[in-house]
């Protein structure tokens, strides 16, 4: 138990009252037990100053025992005093509501120079005890990372905002990356995890700090996407909420020249699996890989979907991006004994019978306009839109009824992962057309209204789905399950891969014995040529001679 006593000295001399401001507070601790040592304990001796960004405090906590003569600890927290050998790095106690020495904590006030072992000091009474902290403060400027950098209106796509036509731009994801260091007791700059070439994701505790330089040029979406408004050049800058300045920048250009849209893809998931392994080169790191699956193996089970537009400049956007503009995304399936597709506005993907391929079929439509005078009223405005296929495309998907055949990790030795251009099926590049003479009716509402019950975590599952290695376009999955799920398909796929090498080699020798007699026959003349050049050249030479000699002889004569 901690008593404290608040003691002053007074002049016995007079009889006025003295203040107690100036008064002094000493503790008392009393306990049952004679205590040999205290021990602080914490669950980690790092400490990662987020806060620098956030401006919202990170804490960790500390726990004080108190060991007795008989071997017996006692938790005495609350009694003990504590302080930081250096608050410009890690502070300890009084956090907000906190008055004891139960944590030590960073509120983002500090100078930003982390350290591979700051002191904090507990003490009680004359016993001392003492913990050394790393913290890691982030690296300015930091690293922000656009998907793409010059943003382009859609070819063919615009529609009518505020009595204009306004072209539809595309998109860029926004990924904010830092790294930690700190400075060791030698002054040299050491990097979180030992190397340079770590970064943290922050996009999450920073994104409300992101700001666009000129909002006439591009946007902020709330869901981290850059959209352009119109052509002109900007940046992207990270404002620091604690500091009076900027902690990273991006350039952002929005051209006028349009871009093609390509096809759509369509990637469907039926269940994911998780793999967790330590790093093989620092034992620090655990390495966790998800792996997703386009198969189905009960009767009636949903497949997530989710669907990305492709450009004619080899980048994507995921339809959930242009959530603020009306389009229309219709499924149908070309198997319907396989898999069925539920009728608009909520369409799901459900199980029905066992197949597989490139069996769910997708197809955007959005509206069109022109670019007209103002002095045309409104009502004639509309009558110049219209509605178009823009893209189409298709997915992957394989229904296996036999719950044998469901792929457990400790069965599938051979588990590799592979790209999603692996899986999916080459599109019809011609896949966008004017609807005017079709009778076409637009939808209004929304991708994100049509399946707004199925894709509010949709957004962070595309994230980890479709971006494991940093890949914006890939997705994992696994070879015998695509293919099969079983080593019945993998033989035979081994089967026929060597069929075709066969067919190969029999062409190819029989290209060769075609050909050898013909080039025989063109060596054996070319060698007749020259051995007759040879003579004719041979006999020349020596009549040349036999008339020199002829000629040498009448002369001396």
Known sequence: MTVPVKWWVEDTMHNRLVSTHGAITTFFSFVDREIVGIAPITVSNTIMNTAILSSQPVSLPVIVLAVGQDGKVLDITAAVNCQSANEDIVKVSCLQVLSDCSAAYVDGSESGVGSTCVEVEFSLGMLRGSLCLSVWTPVVPLRI???????????????????????????????????????????????????????????????????????????LHEQNYVIGLEPGFTSLNLISSQWDGVLGTADVIVTSEPVAPGDLSVHLVGGLGLSVKSSSSNPSVIKATVTSYNTLYNHGQEASFSVWLQFGDDTANLLSAFSEIPFSLHLSSLAESVVAITPAPLQRVLAQGDGGGPLVKAELLVSTCELVSTHIEMDDIKERGGT???????????????????????EDPDFEMTDAS????????????????????????????????????????????????????????????????????????????????????????????????????????????????????????????????????????
């Open 145 to 219: 990372s656009l998907s793409d950098t010059v943003l382009s209106p859609v070819e063919g796509w615009s529609y009518y905002k505020d009595s204009r036509c306004i072209p539809v731009y595309q998109r860029a994801t926004v990924q904010i990356l830092a790294q930690f260091s700190a400075q060791s007791a030698q002054g040299q700059l050491t990097y979180m995890l030992g190397s340079p070439d770590w970064f943290v994701d922050v996009t999450d505790l920073v994104h409300d700090c992101l700001r666009i330089e000129n909002s006439h040029v591009a946007a």
């Open 388 to 410: 178009r296929r823009l893209a189409k495309g298709s997915g992957w998907i394989r229904v296996n009824l036999d719950t044998d055949l469901w792929p457990l990790e400790s």
């Open 422 to 557: 692996d899986a999916f099926a080459e599109l019809d590049t011609n896949v966008y057309r004017n609807f005017e003479h079709e009778q076409a009716t637009p939808k209004s509402t929304s991708y994100d209204e049509n399946t707004s019950n199925y894709m509010i975590a949709w957004d962070d599952l595309e994230r980890a789905v479709l971006t494991p290695n940093h890949e914006e376009n890939a997705v994992d999955f696994s070879p015998d399950v695509e293919n099969g799920g079983g080593k019945i398909a993998n033989r035979e796929l081994v089967f026929g891969v060597g069929a075709v090498f066969c067919l190969l080699c029999i062409s190819s020798l029989l290209f060769l014995v075609n050909f050898m007699p013909r080039v025989m026959r063109e060596l054996g003349k070319r060698q007749s040529k020259e051995m007759r050049k040879q003579i004719e050249g041979d006999v020349f030479t020596q009549d040349k001679e036999n008339d020199e000699k002829k000629s040498g002889d009448n002369g001396t004569w």
